[in-house]
């Protein structure tokens, strides 16, 4: 049997978070590490690094690509890849104006709530939507689950957070996120929301190492 894969990150989400729901959808069971940045086993001094098949892993996009690659979650061709890294990237721009929160106060993070819903739901949402419209699935990409798709999951429930009607008027990926759901449970919405503890972890190390 192989070794369960070994997640070194801090007690939180942060950049490891992508990567527990890309296993979590492969099915793949895993070990938890919490380490700090000077443990003498980080190339670079860097999270996340994830052990995998021999190798010791960082870069958080190299980590999800060969994750989606290994588990048959990176489409059958390289049309495929493309688009699923186009529609990776473009969430990864949506979910990056929700990386700031944890260094914002309160007034701001209000106004920076009201800033993401906005661009969620004027330019990332309706794309997607169309996506589905035009592809004709319940899959960003062919016909069977993809990285795109829990990465999308991955931010609705992100933005949820913030705003729980968030997909109102997006009946397609209501559809979607429905159909994708299964997948998320087996990481465990639970989880999903205990995990954030680290925003209060990144900013003492923040404020601390200047």
């Known amino acids: 049997m192989a070794a369960k894969p070994v ?3 801090f007690d939180g989400r942060g950049k490891m978070e992508s990567i527990r729901w890309l296993l979590a959808a492969a099915g793949v069971e895993v070990c938890s590490s ?6 003498g086993i980080l190339m670079f001094q860097q999270v996340p690094m994830v052990e995998i098949d021999g190798m010791k892993l960082v870069q958080t996009r190299a980590i999800l690509n060969y994750i989606a690659g290994k588990y048959n979650l990176y489409g059958k061709d390289l049309k495929e890849r493309a688009l699923i ?3 990776v990237g473009g969430t990864d721009d949506l ?3 929700l990386l700031s929160f944890p260094f ?3 007034e701001d ?3 920076q709530c009201a800033f993401v819903v906005q661009k969620a739901t004027t330019r990332y949402f309706p794309a997607y939507e169309k996506v589905l419209k035009d592809h004709g699935q ?7 689950l993809s990285w795109a798709d829990i990465h999308l999951l991955e931010a609705i429930l992100m933005l949820e957070e913030k705003k729980s009607d968030a997909l109102s008027g997006f009946p397609l990926l209501q559809v979607t996120y429905i159909n994708n759901i ?3 449970w087996r990481y465990g919405r639970k989880t999903f929301q205990s995990l954030f503890c680290v925003d209060r972890f990144i900013y003492r190390m923040y404020y601390c190492l200047e």
């Open 85 to 87: 890294d186009m529609y």
């Open 95 to 97: 979910m990056g104006f």
């Open 7 to 9: 997640l070194y990150y």
């Open 109 to 111: 993070k209000v106004k």
């Open 138 to 144: 319940d899959f960003l990409v062919g016909n069977r």
């Open 182 to 184: 299964p997948y998320g």
């Open 34 to 39: 919490f380490v700090t940045l000077f443990c």
């Open 104 to 106: 914002l106060s309160a």
